[in-house]
């Protein structure tokens, strides 16, 4: 094809299109505009699961997806799982999800709405939907859901899904997970129906899911709707994106400060920032492409990550995160708020805590041997001077300095604040 739809154009030039259903007739379709013959405006959607209390990095690609669409004046709606959400996806999981009550999952939501406001532009004509599929699954009975959705699938079809196919042979796979793939095929039918939803968004691991929700919609309406997945998120080291020290990346600042945030993306690879910029951010490709001609590659990391914290955590928390990184690395005393930190109370002082304990609970290392191998190796500064004491009992005057905490460093990077309560 030598056009291009606007919104397509643009995920393929920045990288983020893994696989897509029916392409050129999706293109055609949208060249004609972003409304059918009713004056109807198409509809995107991408679902997300209450499996934890909080979004997190690898779910902020979806978002941004989702943002885009809005900007190419596209419905944009965000679905939260709240009956997918009790049954658990498999993709992914070599044994069951652990099941999450009600409560859970409805505190969860609540959580991941006030999250997922920032991300869209609510002035324009088309803002963000927000739903919930227990609002249509949670009413409807085993037998209807059998005749109206479950008539459309063999058991032989939802096998063939690698996911299934490979828990299946282990002995692992449930009822409920198998028909998992179902209730996310009816979603999909079901925002056609409402919304004229002609589209889903997801990781490239969800495909057959999105298919099948596709296919459905062409079998029960007649209608065009269409699959498309985005590459799972990989880095230059060939690991999965999004965790820090084995622990995920989260959206929500009381899980991961915005400090934290900010030093999550200011100490990616060399050469995963492109990447970072095309999925995380709204600048254009111009844009991109002339900051990384006429930056040092340290200043496009720090304005790679000022860009996402402050699409995720507001431009004030951004510039304080700034602050704080450029503090702790120039050894300059300042605002030092949003620097990691951790308290501890006098009590514990008169109980004792030694630095390797203190090393662990600050998770700067993760064992006593550990610790030890870093001060020992020369590796962590304590108040600005190295220690090399793994015996070194922790004292009230270690806090007397400018910052009222003390300030740990491992290696190069690692900055971390003991304050006393």
């Known amino acids: 094809m030598t056009v291009k739809s606007s919104l397509i154009k643009t995920l393929r030039d920045r990288g983020l299109i893994a696989q897509i259903s029916h392409e050129e007739e999706l293109e055609q379709l949208f060249l004609k505009g972003n409304k059918n013959a009713k004056g109807e405006r198409y509809a995107v959607y991408c679902g997300f699961d209450p499996t934890a209390a909080s979004l997190h990095v690898g779910n902020l690609s979806a978002l941004m997806m989702l943002r885009r669409a809005q900007d190419e004046g596209l419905q944009p709606i965000v679905l939260f799982g709240g009956a997918t959400g009790l049954i658990g996806d498999p993709t992914g999981r070599s044994e069951m999800r652990p099941m999450n009550t009600k409560e859970q999952i409805s505190q969860y939501i609540e959580n991941f709405k006030n999250l997922v406001n920032r991300y869209f532009n609510h002035e324009s004509p088309n803002p963000p939907i927000f739903v919930n599929n227990i609002d249509w699954i949670g009413g409807m009975s085993w037998i209807d859901f059998s005749r109206n959705v479950g008539v459309h699938f063999t058991v032989a079809r939802l096998l063939s899904a690698e996911v299934n196919k490979t828990r299946f042979q282990e002995g692992g796979l449930t009822f409920m997970e198998l028909g998992y793939q179902l209730l996310q095929s009816y979603d999909f039918l079901h925002l056609y129906q409402k919304y004229n939803c002609i589209l889903q968004f997801g990781g490239d691991d969800q495909w057959s899911n999105i298919l099948s929700g596709a296919d459905l919609i062409r079998r029960v309406q007649g209608g065009k709707a269409f699959a498309l997945t985005t590459p799972l998120l990989v880095g230059s080291d060939g690991k999965k994106f999004g965790k820090t020290a084995g622990n995920a990346v989260w959206l929500d600042p009381k899980m991961t400060s915005s400090y934290d945030f900010f030093q999550f993306f200011r100490n990616v690879h060399d050469a995963d920032v492109q990447k970072m910029f095309y999925v995380f951010t709204l600048k254009t490709q111009e844009e991109i492409e002339e900051i990384l001609k006429n930056s040092q590659i340290n200043a496009i990391k720090e304005l790679m990550a000022f860009e996402i914290t402050k699409i995720v955590h507001g ?107």
Do not use: M, W
Request: hydrophobic share 35%; charged share 30%; net charge neutral.
């Open 315 to 421: 431009e004030h928390e951004a510039i304080k995160a700034l602050e704080a990184a450029k503090t702790l690395f120039s050894g300059q005393t300042g605002d030092l708020s949003h620097a990691p930190s951790t308290i501890l109370t006098k009590h514990d002082l008169q109980e004792g805590v030694d630095i390797l304990s203190l090393l662990i609970k600050c998770e700067l290392s993760t064992s006593r041997g550990e610790a030890r191998k870093l001060i020992q190796g020369n590796g962590l500064t304590f108040n600005g001077n190295k220690l090399n004491d793994f015996n070194y009992k922790i004292k009230e005057e270690d806090f007397h300095t400018e910052q009222n905490a003390i300030v740990l460093r491992k290696g190069k990077k690692d900055y971390h604040l003991v304050k006393l309560n």
